[in-house]
Structure formats: structure tokens, C-alpha cells
């Protein structure tokens, strides 16, 4: 996951590959309920490990539930039955709307049955986000419900400690056309009181995300409850209802979340060799109603194979081709729309989704707001968003690049990562790449896993320097800052001759050593490095590794050797690169080389307060003439010597903290890219 301020990404070639998408956040939460709500033990497989999805177990655990982590993505849950043994609590709820709906109404009914007292909140936009027409519903019912902040908004009061009478015996009206949840929500929480009497519950107004209602309904069924249902207006739970477990269940991977590789394929060229794009977990079966993206995208020419439990995608018409949708049916997934829009002949429009100003920001405006930074032109309505893209399948205008606004809400942050296929070829900044957690913690990751840019496209850093000058804690940081990955160029040489030791190789031995250097079994894994699969970290920053390591580095056939392997580390969104050579052989076109010095003596003394820090004893003169000789080697080799490229700029740390040599290279990076006047 990406915690960095923002992710550049660079301008995006082509695509190809296979994805597996993260559970169903719709699926997960009601599952999560569910399962705590019912008799029996219940294993979720394939569960959503997201914000959201958190939010829900925490305030599960806080009601007295019991849940085990059985591995990755599987979870046991001991069914409460109706009835909780917790009977008060304050539940933070982050911004999850499936989390928030849900628990307001079971809790409501459970405390006015059993004399509780519950306090539901969230994060400041969820405090923005209308709850009126659920706690209308519920207090219609005979729930005691306070409002603690604004009248119609979360934090909520939920029963008073003492227990009230319900009235089920009259249809219970909810509005239906602000959001589909409050119906939901009533839908998964009736049935805890629906024991004498059925209930009945009608819709006031035009329902909206009729589909989201059709995976309540499905999975009530599979907790054993039956809802008859009458049009879209009136929906009966049958008396006598009870949650049982169906035991295992399987949550289908995420149909928004799919959006966006669906997206991907009909947007991206195919990259060579490849066959579009397969997304694995979900297909044409899927209960969740954003499947149906799958129709839009179609209607703007992508090419799709859909399979039971899993989707092909290919670039069909091109360029795509806008289209006027009522997008009731799709209400997350047609953002990835708006995003698709760009890329088509004419204007899109996307009606009846008003709807989207009451999500996780007020969408509408975002994506106008977000769409216009690329050159294109938008009208926005209160219902509508309207798209003319720029260059010439539009309005003309050059394409322009912006730093989009993620406004803390995923779905803007993984819409516009698609804007990197721009035909200007121009990068594209996501702020606060973090907010996918919410729903796809790796996004960003998986995307790149399934994405190709041009070589010289994927901008790298090169930091060159001599031994001890800082330079690895540099590069780290700034990679760190960037969220771009690390070469340790130095702990290849280091590894190699390791290699060379155990193989009883002699350090002069040229021909032996390019032949261990050629097929170094090292891999990198976090901050670890490994040598034939043993951990070798340690054992690689000693100082007579190092040293080993200066006369392994000398012959031209092991430095040739480990080219490729140093090329390799070149990957999506970018790569910071520490060593001698970074900026003159390895990497000679990189955007930015920063030459790092420290004068010997400040080098000394940093490498002594390390190895004294560690444990170890060392003497500053043993040091000194250490590092002056690997300097000397290291700098009048005739292969590859260390010294600045002529391109690179100088950066003496000698009097630098750190934190100031991070930002320094932070700033130059910044001034170079094409966000730096903005
Ligand atoms: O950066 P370091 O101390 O880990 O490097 C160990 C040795 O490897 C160093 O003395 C010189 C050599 N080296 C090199 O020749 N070229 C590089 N790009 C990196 C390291």
C-alpha cells in the first residue's frame, strides 16, 4: 500500500495480464453482519481486508462477537443469534456508509428490546452524511434514536437503557431514493424482530440502486431468511424469521473494483505477447449489480468475454465512443465512466446519479473538478455529469496534466490512475494514494502488475557516492517519500562476493567471479536480502564485506555482469538507484543524479558511531585509512570509476541532517517534474 503524500505516475504504454480482485466491500460488511447475527458458526473465504471491512470487525468484537483469523482473507465467526450479550457502546465507524446503515438499525431494534444504549460515529465526512430517513424509519417503529451532533446526520444515540414496545404490526415506511442503505438496512435488521408478526416495509419514492438491494436479498437467503417481495415497493419478512448459518461462505471479488481493469483493457493498447486483461474472482454471475459496467463499457467499445467467475477484456473499438446512460443501475462503477469519457469520440453523459453527492465526497463535483485538470470540458448538473474530452475527439484543446485531488475517497484515486494512458503521454500525480485502502489497499500495486511504460519513461533517481557518505539511508528515504522502489546497486556486489567466499572463489579470480555474478541467486524481499534463500542482511553490511566487496567490483566481467540484473529493478512508478555508477553506466539518461560527498573525516565518524551503536569496537584511524583506500580503489579503477556524472548534481552532507539531504533531493525532483509550478 502506498502511505506516501502522492503517487506520480508516469504516462502508461500498454497493459496485459491477469488480476484477482480484492472480496466485495458490499458483500463483506452485510456478510460480516449477518454471520455475527445468526445461530451457528460461520467461515467467511475471500473476505475484503479493507478501512471498511475493518471498521465492521472492530465494532463487532466491541458487541461481543468472537472472531478468529484463520489466514489470509479467511475468518471464523460464532453467530450471536438475536440477541447481544453487550448491551452499550460507542462505535467509531471511519467513513464506512455499510458499516454506519446496518448497525444503526440492529442496534436500534436490539436496544429498545433489550434495554440498551449504543453511540454510532465516524470521521468528519461520515458526521456530512444523511442518516434522517433510516432514523425516521426506525422511530416510526417505536426506537428511541437522539441525534448528538447536526438533526439528520450521524452521531447517533441509539435506545435510552430502557426497553420499549416495538410496533411491527404496520408496514414501516422508508424513503428510498436518497440512498438504497436505509432499505438495506432495515432488510438485514428486521428479521432479529420479525418473531410473531411478518413485517412489512414500503418504499417511499422512486428506489435507487435497485441492485444493491438484489445482493441483500440474495444473501438474506442464504442466512435463511426469506423476504417476499412485491415490485420494488414493498418487501415482506416472514414471521418466525431467524439467521442460521449457511457455514462457508465465499465472498466474490469486488464488481467496482473491477471497473477499473475493466476500464484498463479497453483502454490500454495490449502489451506484446500479452492477451488483454482477465480479472479472476468475479464474472457474468456475479450477484453484485456493478457487473453491469460491463454492458456500458461494452456500449464505448470495450471487447469483453464474460465467464461464469471471471472476465476478459480487450481494446475493441478505438477510440472509444461516448455515450448518454442513465447510470441509476451502476451508481460507483459509472465513475469509471466519467474517467473512460476521456478517452472517447464526442460527449458522455452520465444521468440520474445524484446519488454521487452524497457518497464519500460529493462525487459529481470531484470528477468535474478532476476531469477539467486533463483540458476537458464539463457541464455538471444536479443529477448529471457531462464530459467532452480535449484533443481532437473533443473539444479541441491540448491534453494538460494535473495533481488530482483525491478528496479521501478511493474511487476518485483509482478512476484517474487511468488518465496515465493519456495521448500526450503525460505522468499523472494521485494525491493521498492511501485512500484506496477503503476498499483495494493494493490497487496501485495490482495495476502495475498488469501495466507496461516505456523504458525511458519510468523515471529513476540515481544517487552516487562514495563508501560511508550516507547514501543508502538517502535513497531509502526518498524512495520511501515516492513510493518508488530501491536499488542497493553496492549490496549486489556485496552478495556476489559473499557468493565468491562460500564458493572458496579467489577475489582475483575474473572469469570464476563474472560466471557468480551472472547467475547470483540473491532476491530482495522488504529490507531483507537473501543469498541462496539464507538472510545475509547482517552478514552483507560488514565492513570486511564491503571491503571484499570494492575488490569484486573492480573486474569489467562482473560489473557486466550484474547490468541486466541492475536494469531489472526498473519498474512501475519508478525507482531510486544508490552506487557508483548509477548516473555514468547504469542508468545515463536518468532525470535526476545527485552526487553525494562527505569529507573523509565526517565519514569516519559516522561510520564509528555506527559500529559503536551496534556493539562493535572500531578505531577512528583504522577507519580513516579503511575508507581513504576504498575511495582510492574505487575511484581510479579503469572500469566504471566512481565519480559524478557530468549531468549530476553535487550534494556535500557533511554538515546535512538526514531529514535536510532528503528534502533537498525531494526538492530538485520536484522541480523537475511537470507538477513543479503548480
Ligand atoms: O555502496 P557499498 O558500500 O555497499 O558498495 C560496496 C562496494 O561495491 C564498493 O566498495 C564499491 C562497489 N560498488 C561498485 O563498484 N558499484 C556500485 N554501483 C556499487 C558498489
Redesign the pocket.
Known sequence: MYSTAFLDLPPLASAGGTVRLPGSKSISNRVLLLAALSDGVTDIADLLDSDDTRVMLAALEQLGCRIERLGDSRLRIQGLGASLPVHQGKLFLGNAGTAMRPLTAALALLATREAGCFELGGIERMHERPIGDLVDALRQLGCAIDYLGNDGYPPLRLGNGSTGSLQLDRPIRVRGDVSSQFLTALLLALPLVAQEHPVTIEVVGELISKPYIEITLNLLQRFGVTVARNGWERFTIAAGSRYRSPGLIHVEGDASSASYFIALGAIAPASPGLDGITIEGVGIESIQGDIRFVEAARQMGADIRGEANRLHIRRGRWPLQAIDLDCNHIPDAAMTLAVMALYAQGTTTLRNIASWRVKETDRIAAMAAECRKFGATVEEGADHIRITPPGPLGNGAPWSTGSIHTYDDHRVAMCFSLAAFNPAGLPVRIEDPRCVAKTFPDYFETLFGVCHAAEDAIPVICI?GP??SG??TLASAVAQQLGYHLL???????ATALAARDAGVSLDDEPALTRIAAALPVSFQEERVFLRGKDVTDELRQETT?GM??Q??RHPGV?TALHGLQLSFRRLPGLVA?????GTV?FPGAPLKVFLTASVEQRAQRRYKQLISKGFTAKIDDLLQDLRE?DA??TTRAH?P?KPAEDAVQLDNSHLSIEQSVQQVLDWWQGRTVFAAR
Not at 488 to 494: F, K, P, V
Open positions: 552516487d563508501t560511508a547514501k543508502g542497493d546497486s553496492g549490496a549486489l556486489y556485496r564491503g566487496a570494492s569484486v567490483s560489473r544508490d552506487g557508483r555508477d548509477m547504469i576504498r580503489r574505487d566504471a566512481l
